[in-house]
Structures are given as structure tokens and as C-alpha cells.
């Protein structure tokens, strides 16, 4: 007996398995990583000990005295949240997975996520350390620049080079989402450039790059299906 | 060929991405976190090695002597139990998420969740410390309070500014997780101010709110109920 | 219009989210801190740094002197996964929860898992050290022994107490749980007062009790599940 | 009333339960060990302090001289990466789980995953100590060698021993994933005997192999699915 081509047959299985191992089990590992990165992050925060060479100043110093810390605590915190919500914005846009797709998702994991915890409390332990300041708010930005270049390349290689977009997304707003997502590491970079002139004003950069960062991608999608919208009322 | 009006186009795809990236998700990313985080509390307990400079003072003196540890772990621990139980009931009394609520919700990991490991450890290693348990008690209660705020904030904005919660929810019932929930930070900020006098006191306040919170919820809940269903059989 | 009794009003909502938050969720939310736990388990073997005061003795030696940590790390990886494949059972017996066994869960994971590294890791680091060694097992006896009775509790409250297990479950079944799951505090309790006398013995006995526990559950339930097909092929 | 034989009785229960807990409930748990213990890999890059006795030398330089463990954590995250996917590919092709095959997936678990932050940390803090580089990467060529082994084990356990693979799994395609798997451990076994004479070579074909390995496995299967449906065509 001939199985007619097309059906749920071996064939199908072995390309839903090495192909496109779900794209469900990729955000589900994707979102396991996610959510201990954001979590390790406290390991920024030194924990003072009462057998500490520097006890005798007293816990309310030892504990305000890093407010950097904390700063880079919030700060990666928000990232690496926005990254998160970004990403599942990305893997709900897509209809399929390949193994290009799951290496590069893997890379951007590593440097994009996985890896913030160092450039975090490296920016908390010596922003306050003259000498060695602007090296930190580089590190940091630079390792957020390169986060975000992955993430775009992520996009890219999903969306335009392999077409694994579900269909039911429109050019347009596969548009609006590139449009939204591609400037975030230039201007991340750009902040590193003024690190190495003052590491200060960069940092300042940072946190209102995050926060202002919240707001634009809904809104640019908002935007792009508004004008679909009103030339479909005119067609 | 023009699609009808509400069918299931891009414009409902964008709107579930974006503006309601499905609460399962929110909820499995935050339960990540609070996962990770409950077991990360354990590192608030030293493990004493052999090369300590106090090694000759025994194992069993290591261990005992580091009790005010074993008692903020147990504490934290039950206290984001506490928050994790109460989380999941507030999320299933939503039926749909928005923009603001992921990062409310982002916030509230961040401050009440995530950072609950550095107030354990420090209340641990400096509750034993003359002049430093007021701090100890303090900055653990602050922190404690916050969370229970910003954890307000979450459920006052979703279920009131955002209106986000299910129409099964009757009027009746989301006030009883509001009457429920608030009074936490209320209680914990007065057990803070405590700690400025005596930090001991403030420590079994907070042991003890910690157990006799678990049991209001369910009671006030179901008080609220008896009351709808006498009322129902009366109309 | 009034609903009739029993639909699916307000009541069922409140009723599933207080009294029963979905086994499933508790479930994720044990296999989350059960993954994190044994995963950390880790931290029990130190990491030799070429800054050490000792380096110069050369990181073979380094690595080698320390074999009871790793010793220490697999016996705490089996025992944790027994845990975790006892809990998967158990849970899955269960039909419903209510408000306590999510705390009797919670106190749980707390002293029977997210506690554990501790001490592994104590075990590891004094066992080599001839004062300190009994107490190093003890702690660790100590430690496996209130686990496996809140374990048993847990299951107590939930099949009898409470009578939260699935209608599937025939009482032999549940007592042939009961027996398999009872015996196991009491045997690492035994072992834990041989390690007054000799905790190499004990750890022995611990490692040799791990192995050996991997197997009777699912005998005696097939056991059981043999006898009842017996008499009812007789009936 | 009696049940008919083979309907869904406690029979069935149990037998899912301590036979076969859910394929599903083993893959989420394991995907969870793989998740924290890739994040957990970052442990192996030191925090410079300010504290620090050669802070002197600047955060540049301290930033740059441990340039190993950069390598390190990027080689053992594609590792455990590369691990996570074909894991997934195996348990996809498992149709049940049986008690064995937990215990086994426990172990390698336990040695080709969570162990892995162990040999990373040694291998980046090691490899340019002159005296022990040797040992770093023969520890770290060894520890890759056993997970590879234990993961043979695993599948070849589950599809040949306990016969678990799907039916919809042909035998060309089971022996095709067994071909593409099969040499991963004798490679890396290999390289650590190069590890010997020269460990800056081994590392080097370490990151090879796990760059090559990226590959084959799809294209193998792929070949052999060619292979099948030419005979096909032919019959």
C-alpha cells in the first residue's frame, strides 16, 4: 500500500523535528533563559558581611554606598525585560522555525541575554572608580549594542531572509516591526560613543533610552495598521 | 478579495502581540521568575569551608551560630510564596493583558520578586549585629513593603484604571481581593517603622504576618460570596 | 435572568482560583524550583583559581582533593530527582488542591528541595575533616530526614486528610503508595544515627539507599495492581 | 458492574503514571536544567572588584586578561546548546518513556548538563596557567566526552533496548539519528587525548567540532529520507 504523497508520514516528522523543533519548545527554552538572566542579575548586588574588611563603616554605608549597583540592577532588569517582550512579539510573528533560526535565537541568547549579568555588575562595582569608569559604561554599552544587533539579525534572517513569517502578517507590518527594532542598537551605540567622553551623561543615556524605548513599537504598529486600514475603507 | 470586518486578519494578530501578548505567557515567564527566585534565597546561607579563618571554632558553631540566616531564608521564602500564590489568583482574574500591565508587572518582579534576595542575606548576617540590626530589619522591611505597594499598583491598575479583569469577576469579588490585598504594605510598613525601636520585635512581626496571611484571602473571598449568594436567594 | 445552580458562574471561578489554583500550575511551579534546585547543586564544588593561596600544589590536586564534593553533588542529584519522579506520582494522584496542601507544598520545596545545596555543599566541604565530619553528616542526614517526612505529610493531608486524590485511584493503589513513600525518613533517619558512630558508613549507607530506592515503588504498586487483577478475574 | 478489559481504569493510571510519567513532564523538566544551567555558565567569568588586589592594573586589563573564560563560556553555551537540540529531537522521537529511561535521563542530565559550569570555569581560569593547561582542558575535553557517552546511552537504551521511538519513526531514520550521534563522543574523546601534547590545539578543535557539529545531523537524516523515498519511487 502507497501512502499518497503529502500525508502525515515519516517524512513530515523527521522535517518537524530537525527543521522546526516547535517553535513553542524554542520560546518556551527561549523564555527559561529569560527569566533566570533576569533574576541572576541580583548577583550584581554585593552582600555586605559583618566579616568584611570595611564592616566597621557601618551597614547603612556598605548598603547605600553602592547605589551603582542597584542603578545597574534596575537598569538591566529593564532590558533585559524589554528584550523578552520584544522576543515573543518576534517568535509570534513567525509561522516556523529552522535550524538557522534556533542558532542564531541561540547566539542572541548567549550575548544578548546570558551574558548581561557581567557587563551589569562590572557598570555597578566601577562607574563610581574615575580611572575606570569610562571602561565600564563602554563595556556595558557595547555588550547592549551587540545584543541588539543579534536581535535584529534574528529578525532579518526570520523575517525577509528565510520568509518565516506567518502569512497572516502583511508586509507592512512586518515593515513596522524592522522599523521599530532596527534603531534601538544604533542609538545604544551612538550612548557608548559619548561613554568614552563622559560615561556619566551615557549611562543617563541608557535609562532613557530604555524607558523611552517602552513606548514606540506599538505605537509604530499602531500607525502602519491605521494607514492600512484607511486605504482598505478607500479601495 | 476583501477580508470581512472581524474576521481573523493581521489587525487581530497585531492587536494579541502587542497589546495582550497573551497572559499564559506573562504568567509562565513570571512564575520563572518567582522559581528562580525562591530557590537563589539560599544563597543568603554561608556554606563554612575548612580554610575559614574562624574553621577552628568547629562545624557545628559555623552552622549554629548563623541561625538568624536559616530564619530569613525560611521567612523570604514564605513570603514570596505568598506572593507567587497570590500572583497566580490575581492573573486568573484577568482575561486580557495590555502594555502598561506587562510592565507594571516587569516592575513588580523586578522590586518585589527578584531583589528579594539581598534584604534576606543582609537581615541574616547583620540581625546579630548591635549596631547595624536597626538597618538590617529596616532596609528588609522597606523592601518588603514596596513589593506589597508596587503589587497593589499591579492590581488596582488592571482592575480598575485598565479594566482588564474577567466579566465572570462580579463587582463583589474584585473587592474582596482588594479589601484582601491591601492592607499588606499597610501592616509591613508599620512593622518597618517598629524596627526603628526595636528590630527584634519587627522581625517576629513580620514571622507572624507572614503566617496569619495566609489565611485572610480565602475567608474574605468567601465571605463576599456568602453574601452574594444570600442576597441572590432573597431577589 | 437567573443563572441556573452549578453552571459555570462567579462561584466556580472563585472556588477554582482560592481553593484549587489548578494542580497543573503547582505542579510547573514545584518542577521550576525542583530544575533550579538541582541545578544549583552545583555550587557545592568550588572552583580552583590560579590567585588561590594553594595553587601552587597544581590543579590536578586541586581538582582531585576535593572528590567528596562531587560525591556529595551526585548523591544530592539522585536524591532530588527521586524527589522530583516521587512528586510527578504524587501529583498526578492528586484530582484537586486546596488552600493547604499549597502550603504544605511550599514547606515542601522549601526544606526538602530549595534547601538542599546547603548541605551538599557542607557535606562535600568537611567530610575530609576528621572533628568535623560527624557533624557534616549529620546535618546532611538531618536535612534528607525532615524532607522525606514533609514529603510524607504532604501526602497524608492530601490522599486521607483531605481526600484530594483522583476517584481512579483505588485505595490499594493509594496504600500501595503509602507504603512505598513511608519507609524512606525512616531508613535516611537510621542511617543519620549510624553517623554518630561513623559517617563514612553513613554516607555509604545514604549513596547505597539512593540506589536502592530507585526501584521499589513501581514494584510494589505493580504489586498491588497484580493482586486486584487477581480477584477480579476471581469475582 | 464490571469495566470492560483496556478501558482508561486505574490500571491505565498507574501505568502512565510510574511507568511513563508523561514524555511531556520529562522534557519540561529537562528543558528547565538546560535553561538554568546555560545561564548559569556566565558564573565562570570572574567580577573584577575595585577591592581587588591588582585593581591597580585598571578594569581594562582585567576586563581583557580573562579573555579564556570569554572563550570558555562561548564554547560550553553552544555546547549545552547543541546538547538542548538534539535532545529535543530524541525525546520527539520517543512515543513513551519508561522508568529506565528517567534514571538515565537523570544522569545525563546530571553529567553532560548541570555539571558543565564546573569544567567551563577551570578550563577559562586554567588554560593560561603553563603548568596546568594541560589538566584544564583534558578536565574539560573529559567531562564533554561523558555527557556525549551518557547521551549515546540514552538513545541508544530508548530506541534499541526498550524499543520507545515512535512507530511513525522508520528504521533508516532511527539508525540515521544513531550515525549522526554516534561519533560526537569519540571526536571529542579524541581531541582530549590531543589535549595531552598540545590543549591550546585541543581547545581550538573543540570549538571546531562544536561549530561543525552544528550541521551533519539534518543532513545525514536528510539523506537518508532522499534515500527512502527514491526506493519508494522505484517500488
Redesign the interface.
Known amino acids: 500500500m502507497?501512502r499518497p504523497l503529502g500525508s502525515?508520514?515519516?517524512?513530515d516528522?523527521?522535517t518537524?523535528?530537525?527543521?522546526d523543533?516547535s517553535l513553542a519548545?524554542i520560546g518556551?527554552?527561549s523564555?527559561?533563559?529569560?527569566?533566570?538572566?533576569?533574576?541572576?542579575?541580583?548577583l550584581?548586588?554585593?552582600?555586605?558581611?559583618?566579616?568584611d574588611a570595611d564592616a566597621s563603616r557601618?551597614?547603612?554605608t556598605l548598603?547605600t554606598q553602592q547605589w551603582r549597583s542597584y542603578l545597574a540592577?534596575?537598569l538591566s532588569?529593564?532590558l533585559v525585560?524589554i528584550n523578552?517582550?520584544n522576543h515573543?512579539?518576534m517568535f509570534?510573528?513567525f509561522a516556523r522555525a529552522n535550524?538557522t533560526l534556533?542558532?542564531l535565537n541561540?547566539m542572541y541568547?548567549?550575548l544578548g541575554v546570558?551574558?548581561m549579568?557581567?557587563p551589569t555588575?562590572?557598570l555597578g562595582?566601577?562607574l563610581?572608580?574615575p580611572?575606570?569608569q569610562v571602561?565600564?559604561a563602554v563595556?556595558y554599552g557595547g555588550a547592549a549594542t551587540v545584543g541588539g544587533l543579534v536581535y535584529n539579525l534574528l529578525w532579518w534572517y526570520g523575517a525577509y531572509a528565510a520568509k518565516l513569517t506567518?502569512p497572516?502578517?502583511?508586509a507592512r507590518?512586518r515593515r513596522a516591526y524592522t522599523i521599530a527594532w532596527g534603531p534601538a542598537p544604533l542609538v545604544v551605540a551612538a550612548l557608548t560613543a559619548v561613554a568614552f567622553a563622559s560615561p556619566r551623561v551615557a549611562v543617563v543615556g541608557y535609562v532613557a533610552a530604555v524607558f523611552a524605548y517602552?513606548l514606540p513599537?506599538?505605537r509604530l504598529?499602531?500607525l502602519q495598521?491605521r494607514r492600512?486600514?484607511h486605504s482598505?475603507r478607500e479601495?
Open positions: 502507497t502525515h508520514s515519516g517524512h516528522l523527521i518537524q523535528h530537525t527543521e523543533p519548545r518556551a527554552f523564555d527559561g533563559v529569560f527569566a533566570f538572566a533576569i533574576t541572576l542579575l541580583i550584581a548586588i554585593h552582600i555586605p558581611q559583618p566579616t557601618g551597614l547603612l548598603l540592577f534596575a532588569f529593564m525585560g523578552w517582550a515573543r512579539v509570534s510573528a535550524h534556533i542558532w541561540l541568547l548567549m546570558a551574558f549579568p557581567v555588575a562590572v562595582a566601577w563610581g572608580s580611572d575606570n571602561v565600564a563595556f506567518s497572516a502578517l502583511s507590518e517602552v513599537v506599538p504598529v499602531a495598521r492600512r486600514e482598505k479601495s
